[in-house]
């Protein structure tokens, strides 16, 4: 196996584990971890809907907040946010406004969609971000869906019994 692969494949499957410790923190199953160029890790958030019922609460979006105001932009340039699942546009977008070079991510927003069907608490965008990331003027690299079943996992039973 590539040694990109493996390592991409470790740090995103920490991202799950970072999206089972949201859902026993009474979140949504989302996780997101940052990694640096050199492969350490620099932050990992979870989803922060509860306990405000933040609708932009979402850990990637949380993750590039947190990233952009501790992190050099020739630091972020190198760095990969590993997503339990797709970025949404809006996730796309700070993560490109805080100059994150690279996403992998697992569950494809499509995919997502089709498991939260019309969940009031997750509207899901049928967006790739490898369509909001082309909008902009400088690359992002995008490697994803990977381990999609593994990530789809993370959502069983999660949406209905939400409701």
């Not at 509207?123 to 990530?151: I, K, S, W």
Request: aromatic share 8%; charged share 20%.
């Amino acid at each position: 196996m590539d040694r990109l692969l493996a390592a991409d494949e470790t740090f995103l499957r920490r991202s799950f584990d970072v999206a089972r410790s949201a859902v026993a923190n009474g979140n949504h199953p989302f996780g997101a971890v940052l990694v640096s160029g050199s492969g350490q890790v620099l932050l990992e958030i979870e989803n922060g809907f509860m306990p405000d019922r933040d609708m932009t609460g979402h850990a990637e979006r949380l993750l590039a907040t947190q990233a952009s105001k501790k992190f050099a932009a020739d630091v972020l340039a190198h760095c990969t946010i590993y997503s339990s699942a797709e970025p949404c546009a809006m996730c796309a977008g700070a993560i490109y406004w805080a100059g994150i070079g690279r996403v992998v991510y697992g569950l494809s927003e499509h995919r997502l969609k089709a498991i939260t069907g019309k969940h009031e608490e997750n509207p899901t965008l049928d967006l790739p971000c490898r369509t909001v990331f082309a909008a902009g003027q400088r690359p992002v690299e995008v490697v994803g869906p990977l381990l999609e079943n593994e990530a789809a996992a993370l959502h069983a039973d999660f949406w209905q019994a939400a409701v």
